[in-house]
């Protein structure tokens, strides 16, 4: 990866809920000391599910579901929590979960970030254990440990997919996913990262309506979203930003993986008929595909490449995948 040649800045996020405690310097040996000397009897109860929730950051009120075993928190794909934030590390932090009979031990550890990772406002160093409540700080992002049981879960789940979903399809409505885009173009570009888009429209979409009526464009509109959902990495992010119009976000992608997955999400989309009103309809879309380049002055510049190509791919016949910049 290329340095992005920044200073490191240490610093302590701001807490939304009004203030992480401040300690002074000589407090913070006693603060961790406290931490590592917790006694299995202070370990939490086991509940139903433990989470984290985000309190601040761009994915306010999500939940990450822990589950037994190391999960690593980073800005890099691959990690098990996956913050796109230009303060976190590509591998920034490791939490440990770990069962012994009705108890949990949970337990979080620094792996050299950048800009450090906070319990309740704390720096961290070493590896210390985590109570119901703390409050983790990585780069512009507040999570908060929190033991749930299945009714608190819906709730937080309930809470932020009607601020984040499209109702129909439960994909990313136009609003999230344009601030997701932006995001990991300035991600993409200040660790000069790739980073790719798809803009996806289906085909004869009035036609679908006109015959089937709106129910029945609902029902195409919902099983479009369920199948390329099923075609996406965790980290990928797949939007509804117009009304048959789709934007499919891929951090960590070159042109060519992108192109890959957009056939693979033509033939998903073409190649099985889709049941509307008890008949089978054939359904199609066309795509158009863009990788950030270094003239992309920002994430509108990138999308309307990619529009651009998608226009070339209904000019062409539809039913097709059309790169940005293809003659």
């Not at 340095?3 to 310097?25: I, W």
């Not at 009897?41 to 950051?57: K, N, T």
């Not at 985590?130 to 299945?150: F, N, P, Q």
């Not at 950030?292 to 539809?318: C, Q, T, V």
Request: charged share 25%; aromatic share 4%.
């Amino acid at each position: 990866m290329a340095s992005s040649h920044r200073k490191p800045v240490r610093h302590s996020p701001d807490d939304p809920e009004a203030a992480f405690p401040t300690l002074p310097a000589e407090a913070w040996a006693d603060f961790e000391t406290a931490l590592r000397r917790r006694s299995p009897s202070d370990h939490p109860p086991l509940p139903s599910e433990w989470a984290l929730v985000v309190y601040a950051g761009a994915h306010l009120g999500r939940v990450y579901p822990l589950v037994s075993g190391i999960q690593v928190i980073g800005r890099s794909p691959q990690a098990n929590l996956s913050l796109l934030d230009e303060e976190v590390s590509r591998q920034h932090a490791r939490l440990g979960l770990e069962l012994r009979d009705d108890q949990v031990e949970i337990t979080l550890e620094d792996l050299g970030s950048t800009n450090g990772t906070f319990v309740n406002g704390i720096p961290l160093t070493g590896c210390v254990r985590l109570e119901t409540g703390d409050r983790i700080a990585v780069g512009t992002h507040v999570l908060k440990l929190v033991a749930m049981d299945s009714l608190e879960r819906q709730f937080h789940e309930t809470m932020i997919d009607q601020s984040t979903r499209d109702s129909l399809t439960g994909l990313s409505n136009r609003g999230t996913t344009l601030g997701e885009l932006q995001t990991c173009f300035e991600l993409s570009h200040r660790h000069s990262r790739p980073m790719a888009i798809i803009m996806c429209d289906l085909d004869s979409f009035k036609r679908i309506n006109d015959t089937h009526g709106h129910a029945g464009g609902d029902q195409v509109l919902r099983a479009f979203g369920e199948r390329i959902s099923k075609k996406l990495r965790g980290t990928d992010i797949a939007g509804r930003i117009g009304g048959e119009e789709f934007l499919i976000i891929l951090p960590e992608t070159d042109l060519d993986g992108a192109m890959q997955l957009g056939e693979r999400l033509r033939t998903a989309i073409g190649g099985e008929p889709m049941v509307v009103g008890g008949i089978h309809i054939s359904v199609t879309c066309s795509l158009g595909v863009a990788e950030r380049s270094p003239e992309d002055r920002d994430g509108g510049a990138l999308l309307a490449r990619a529009d651009g190509a998608l226009y070339g791919a209904k000019h062409r016949g539809r039913n097709r995948v059309v790169a940005a910049g293809m003659n």
